[in-house]
């Protein structure tokens, strides 16, 4: 700047005496101590213009000498930055591969390179840690996040990198200080919210998760859609852990939840089944009605049944479809419509209902069914058919989630914790016996099958025969099957 300001000055000064030269007479006399001349103004305007000259190169010259210095220096922070970021490339690459030794080597590359920079020196912790990640060192990773935790401007990812240390080191609860301690920092970053509430959910921490989950609210880190159905999960998961214990306090949590998200099952039939044990059998019904409408389940239907489990088997059908008519075109409802065709013993009609969701889907569930109708009609070959085609038929996901003994949703810690991120982001249900190929309950367990009558295809049973004793006809066969319901039992063991 400074050469440039001067070489101005110079060129208004020559400018100025070039001007003077041209005003000036053609003949220009000059005097000095002891000596007389005269010049013509052409001559004299030209040694203006050469006298210029020579001392815009001087000035030129001394500026580049005085600069000098400072271009020497900019070249070698320039070289030393590059050597900076090679060293952080090579680091970074090394760590993500594996190789510590060679992470750790860029890292005091970078230190080396680096003039005595808090930036270079907190980058070159990062790569330090990151290193030792590498290398599965957790106590010197810890080490190196903690130093760039107290450096300015490195708090949130050293914080990051001591919850992620505590994590591997499967201390949850230092995590979740350190994710505190982040969510404090005056920053939009979400991970601290969102590691907060994974620690807590997996400790089964379910009002510090709804407390975490507000917070998160209210920062807009969540769409409300997706905030809405992560509380209901919650807000249900407390009240299965509540329901043995605490039952009015496990039934409001599970009726909040409902608030939250009404097509979320499992807190339906918390609901739905504490209200009846309570001797509230017309809420238990709104509450499955209402649960009904937004997402039928098989769940649902055998709290429906056991609103009244000792009535007549005919009432019981005329009860099943008022529930499917609550959400006539779901799936559900319509094997619903199947079911109490089966109970009323009108084969023709449940076959009907059935056939075309075979067709769609032919499911162990559906298939099982399917045997039942073809006994009841008298069709044994028919029966033997669905029977064998029902031991191959896949499994029903939603038939998955009730035990062989009647209960529903008996998820675990681990389960509901991951039920907030599949139900909560995406509105879907988790199937864990489903995955792991548990058993689950019998397809004809809470359907009531009437009696064989005489007006039925089954054909009349024969005496048996002295070689027969002891092997079962087809009608015998027949009648076991339509004989065998059981009332099944609560989605839930009182004493868990």
Not at 22 to 30: A, C, G, H, T
Not at 272 to 301: F, Y
Not at 466 to 476: A, E, I, V
């Amino acid at each position: 700047m400074a050469r440039f300001s001067g070489l101005i000055v110079i060129v208004v000064v020559a400018m100025g005496v070039v001007l003077w030269a041209v005003q000036s007479p053609d003949e220009i006399s000059f005097t000095g101590p002891g000596f007389e001349g005269s010049t013509s103004r052409a001559a004299l305007a030209l040694v203006a213009v050469l006298l210029g000259a020579v001392m815009a190169l001087a000035w030129w010259v001394l500026a580049w000498i005085w600069d000098l210095p400072g271009r020497i220096s900019r070249t070698a922070r320039k070289l030393r930055n590059k050597r900076a970021r090679e060293s952080i490339a090579e680091g970074l690459l090394a760590a993500e591969g594996g190789d510590a030794a060679a992470a750790a080597r860029a890292a005091g590359r970078l230190l080396e390179v680096s003039e005595d920079g808090i930036g270079s020196r907190k980058l070159a912790m990062l790569l330090r840690a990151r290193a030792h990640e590498a290398n599965e060192n957790w106590i010197e990773a810890e080490r190196a996040y903690s130093d760039l935790a107290r450096e300015k401007g490195g708090e949130l990812a050293g914080l990051r990198g001591l919850a992620a240390a505590a994590v591997k080191r499967g201390d949850h609860r230092t995590a979740i200080i350190h994710a505190q301690s982040a969510a404090a920092l005056k920053s939009s970053a979400a991970w601290p919210f969102l590691s907060m509430l994974e620690f807590q959910t997996k400790s089964a921490d379910w009002n510090g998760a709804l407390a975490t989950l507000a917070d998160g609210e209210k920062r807009a880190i969540l769409t409300s859609d997706a905030s809405r159905r992560r509380r209901a999960v919650l807000l249900t998961a407390e009240a299965a852990q509540k329901r043995s214990t605490d039952a009015a306090e496990a039934e409001r949590l599970a009726l909040e939840a409902l608030k939250a998200a009404p097509g979320f099952p499992p807190a339906a039939v918390i609901a739905a089944r504490l209200a009846l044990n309570a001797g509230r059998a017309s809420k238990a019904q709104s509450v499955l009605e209402t649960a009904w409408r937004n997402r039928p389940h098989p769940a649902l239907t055998i709290l429906w049944s056991d609103l009244k489990p000792n009535e007549d088997q005919r009432v019981r059908a005329r009860r099943l479809r008022t529930l499917a008519e609550f959400n006539p075109e779901h799936r559900e409802s319509r094997i619903l419509i199947a079911e109490a065709a089966i109970a009323d013993g009108d084969w023709p009609s449940a076959y009907e209902a059935l056939l075309p969701l075979v067709t769609e889907s032919p499911s162990a569930r559906l298939c099982s069914l399917m045997e039942a109708v073809a006994r009841g009609r008298g069709d044994r070959e028919d029966a033997h058919r669905w029977a064998h085609q029902a031991a191959s038929a896949p499994r029903e996901p939603d038939w998955s989630d009730l035990d062989p003994d009647g209960r529903a949703f008996n998820y675990s810690v681990e389960e509901w914790s991951r039920l907030v991120y599949t139900f909560g982001d995406a509105a879907q249900l988790i199937h864990p016996r489903y995955e792991s190929y548990g058993r689950e309950l019998g397809a004809l367990a809470r359907v009531a099958l009437p009696a064989p009558r005489e007006t039925d295809a089954t054909p009349p049973q024969k005496k048996k025969s002295p070689g027969s004793r002891g092997r079962k006809t087809d009608s015998d066969e027949a009648e076991s099957l339509l004989r065998s319901y059981k009332p099944p039992a609560p989605d839930y063991a009182p004493e868990d």
